[in-house]
């Protein structure tokens, strides 16, 4: 029998974690990814860019993941002493893939370090802890419930969030300890916390530039909400692959023109 499933869209997943330089990954992303229709592919860990930019024209859309922290260096700050560890090959291969992905309009959705990656890739800074710096109103950094609603976010209406996530308001976990302190220029605010805090990030004119401080991959094995913004990213990758953006199109469009 003729099968006619389409070949699902491709979602490169850069590494969560790190264990004497190898590559880890949290399972709970891939599984997010795979429920949403894509096909999740793990990045290696890879300091040549041209060859990290020719991986990320290969795939349909990118995901950034927790980890880490990022080092203030890179936002032009002195670490401090509440700043927590840092992963300098993360932080090299990281940066430049958000520009690029910025610049060649790739699907990317950031979680947690991810956001904050995309801020500081394009100008933004962070507070480097943020009970030290920011506010004591609500303890964002949760790890000991890794999947349970710590706090409430306000989501921008009319954003691409909101139409993501199908709310215009969700109660989200909160694993962090640092968060956005100043925005970068080209993005925009699309989530708060009662505090103030900056819980989304997205980019005008770009088709699916979305950063979430909180962790869905956590919570979308039973919460609709949380797994929608793994299916916008699917959704936005399976456009992505049939316009003729990046060289990630070549293999499909010639397959479409045959
Ligand atoms: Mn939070």
């Known amino acids: ?15 969560s974690g790190e264990f004497q330089g190898k590559p880890m990954i949290n399972q709970d992303y891939l599984e997010a990814v795979f429920r949403a229709g894509g096909l999740p592919t793990l990045f290696p860990f890879i300091e040549d860019t041209d ?10 859309g990118l995901l950034l993941t927790g980890g880490v922290d990022v080092d203030p260096l890179l936002y032009g700050e002195k670490k401090s002493p509440l700043c927590g560890e840092v992963s300098s090959i993360r932080d090299a291969m990281e940066f430049p893939l958000v520009r690029f992905a910025a610049e060649k309009g790739i699907p ?6 991810g956001l904050q990656v995309m801020n500081c890739a394009l100008g933004g800074t962070l507070h480097q802890d943020l009970l030290q710096s920011f506010s004591r109103d609500i303890n964002h950094s949760r790890p ?9 976010v306000r989501i921008l209406p009319g954003s691409l969030l909101s139409a993501a996530a199908g709310a215009e308001a969700l109660r989200v976990n909160s694993r962090h300890h640092q968060g956005i302190h100043k925005l970068a220029p080209t993005l925009t605010a699309c989530a708060k916390a009662s505090d103030g805090l900056i819980e989304g990030i997205e980019m005008p004119q770009h088709p699916f530039f979305l950063g979430v401080q909180w962790h869905p991959e956590s919570m979308s ?4 909400n949380q797994q929608a913004l793994f299916n916008a990213l699917v959704r936005k990758g399976r456009e992505f692959r049939t316009s003729e953006s990046c060289g990630a199109t070549i293999i499909f469009d010639q397959r479409k023109k045959a």
């Open 51 to 60: 060859q990290l930019f020719r991986l990320a024209c290969m795939v349909d």
């Open 144 to 152: 000991d419930a890794p999947a349970d609603p710590i706090h409430e």
């Open 1 to 15: 029998m003729e099968r006619k499933t389409e070949p699902r869209v491709v979602i490169g997943v850069v590494p």
């Open 108 to 113: 990317v959705l950031g979680i947690c370090r």
């Open 221 to 224: 094995s039973h919460d609709a």
